[in-house]
Each structure stands twice: as C-alpha cells, then as structure tokens.
C-alpha cells in the first residue's frame, strides 16, 4: 500500500482528527474515505459528460422496465 502526505494547518488537522474520533475512526480513514467519494463524484459527472456529448440512439436505448427487472430484482 502506499503512503501520501498531506499538508494541513494545525487547525485544520484539529478538525479533522475531532471529526475522525467522533467517527471513531482514524485519521486516515476518513481522508481515504473522503477522497474515495469526491472521486466517484468525479467518474458520475465525467460519465454524465461524455453522455451529453454523445447520447445514445434510441436503438441503443433499454426500456426502464427491462433495467429494472435487469438490476433491481
């Protein structure tokens, strides 16, 4: 696993490890967790993007009927 440092005032690293211990979990954990979310906000925006510039046809479209019955039951 590797190891990044990051550069913080004093005042935000007391926030952070308050939050952290209301969490009960480490430092560590809520950065990585933190970064993990932002970044899959990322990949959904960039998707929804890539989507507006070019959607599909509606050949390519799938039925929410068929979606649903496909993913959520």
């Known amino acids: 696993?590797?190891?990044l440092a990051v550069r913080m005032s004093d005042r935000e690293k007391r926030s952070l490890a308050e939050y952290?211990?209301?969490?009960?979990?480490s430092m560590s954990a809520i950065v990585r967790?933190?970064?993990v979310e932002r970044m899959e906000e990322y990949e959904d925006i960039r998707d929804y993007e890539a989507f507006k510039r070019?959607?599909?046809?509606?050949?390519?479209?799938?039925?929410?009927s068929e979606m649903k019955e496909k993913y959520l039951e």
């Open 1 to 3: 696993m590797s190891v």
């Open 20 to 25: 952290a211990r209301f969490h009960g979990k």
């Open 33 to 35: 967790e933190t970064m």
């Open 54 to 64: 070019n959607p599909p046809s509606r050949d390519e479209m799938i039925p929410w």
